[in-house]
């Protein structure tokens, strides 16, 4: 079966650009959320999307935006890119809403310059 | 203070040894506890799941929490430089649907 695809996988943008991630849950997992991972640092919650609602938000800025689609896919969305940007972005998914059992994809690596 | 705390490391072991990863947190309204191990560039990969005090193992692999004193470890036995990852531990109440995450520390182990 396959596991949480992500993509792209890299990318390089500079500052003031828009980019948009996207993910695709392990099938039957109706939950989404995006972590944010810089170098060094663990991962920090920026959403969950449970049955295409948004369930919860970090403490991220209004230019992170995401959405959930009916096929429980994911798009994040992140606008007027700044340097401090440049992380890891993991998405998970999980059957429920809060059971924990995250399971993430491999992350796109975004690199603003 | 930060609400889950993890000594970054490095840890360096021989293989063989046992290795002790803990984590420390101030929420008490934690109840779902995690580690995760994460290869260099990948994602993280659940490796153990638990709910309540006491002990988890599956294989080598021995969760341990201790709510009373706000304290999860993961002991490794017998590691494996296949083993060489960082571990991070992460935690969640029942109310909320995302994980707080501890540094994570970085583990290599030497053949």
């Known amino acids: 079966d396959a596991g949480v695809t992500q993509s792209p996988t890299h990318l390089i943008k500079t500052r003031g650009q828009q980019v948009t991630l996207r993910c695709s849950p392990i099938s039957g997992h109706k939950s989404v959320s995006w972590y944010q991972q810089v170098l060094g640092q663990g991962p920090q919650f920026i959403f969950q999307y449970y049955e295409k609602e948004e369930r919860g938000r970090g403490n991220f800025p209004d230019r992170f935006s995401a959405r959930q689609f009916p096929n429980y896919s994911s798009e994040l969305n992140v606008n007027a890119l700044l340097l401090g940007d440049s992380a890891l972005y993991l998405c998970?998914?999980?059957?429920?809403?809060?059971?924990?059992?995250?399971?993430f994809g491999e992350g796109s690596r975004l690199t603003v310059l | 203070q930060k609400e889950v705390e993890q000594d970054p490391g490095p840890l360096s072991v021989p293989e063989g040894a046992i290795v002790s990863l803990n984590c420390t947190y101030s929420n008490s309204a934690f109840q779902y506890f995690m580690w995760y191990r994460q290869y260099s560039r990948k994602g993280p990969e659940l490796l153990m799941y638990t709910y309540s005090s006491g002990n988890k193992e599956d294989g080598r692999f021995t969760a341990q929490v201790d709510k009373s004193s706000k304290y999860i470890s993961l002991f490794i036995r017998d590691s494996q430089p296949s083993d060489s990852a960082t571990y991070l531990c992460?935690?969640?109440?029942?109310?909320?649907?995302?994980?707080?995450f501890g540094k994570g520390t970085k583990l290599s182990v030497k053949p």
């Open positions: 992460a935690m969640i109440s029942g109310s909320q649907g995302n994980l707080i």
């Open positions: 998970a998914s999980s059957f429920g809403q809060t059971t924990g059992e995250l399971f």
